[in-house]
């Protein structure tokens, strides 16, 4: 399959998974935590152009337009913040994670951008675990389900590659699996009367 394909097939899947996302969201099924995808939507734009200057080709696109949707999502998350209490813990995690992203600016070396950036954007896991362990059903397994599946085709889409274009789409993809299997723990512990429709 070309390379081509596989960058088509990450971003078709990319708007597949972010679409009934964003509409759960909008119906108050899913209540997104405003810090993570804050993070996620800096991080992940600036990867994108990371990924460019480390000869990612087409296969850093998807990540590129995931960096667009991510900050939409935080706009809607920042909206709709008043629905959930945000903790002394949450705050940690956000101010750890903006920290960290400035050091990109000032390495010349792509690969260390990544490895900040990624630092970075797994910090930004911390409030949406710590979030989604006391309320399980808020967060949608599918949606990390695909997200990981999504950046698995990433990989292979790239057309160079190297730790500074795998790095960032592996990690991520193993944060979307753990937080999954945290969820889907939880679920099982904790009922309730509406799981239906909260997959």
Not at 92 to 106: D, R
Not at 137 to 155: D, T
């Amino acid at each position: 399959m070309s390379k081509a394909v596989l960058s088509a097939s990450a971003i078709f899947l990319t708007f597949a998974m972010f679409a009934p996302y964003i509409r759960s969201i909008h119906r108050g099924t899913t209540k997104p935590h405003v810090f993570s995808w804050v993070i996620w939507g800096f991080g992940t734009f600036i990867v994108f152009f990371a990924q460019l200057a480390g000869r990612g080709g087409i296969g850093a696109w998807p990540i590129g337009v995931s960096g667009i949707i991510s900050a939409y999502i935080a706009i809607i998350a920042f909206v709709k913040r008043p629905e959930f209490v945000v903790t002394k813990l949450d705050w940690v995690f956000f101010f750890v994670a903006l920290s960290a992203l400035p050091f990109w600016f000032v390495t010349s070396d792509p690969l260390w951008a990544v490895i900040i950036l990624t630092f970075a954007d797994t910090v930004g896991f911390g409030p949406t675990f710590r979030k989604a362990y006391e309320f399980p059903y808020e967060e949608s397994i599918v949606f990390f389900i695909l997200s990981a599946v999504r950046n698995s085709l990433v990989i292979l889409a790239l057309e160079h590659h190297s730790f500074t274009t795998v790095l960032f789409p592996a990690v991520v993809g193993i944060g979307c699996l753990l937080l999954v299997c945290m969820i889907a723990y939880r679920r099982m512990l904790v009922s309730d009367p509406d799981r239906s429709s909260k997959l």
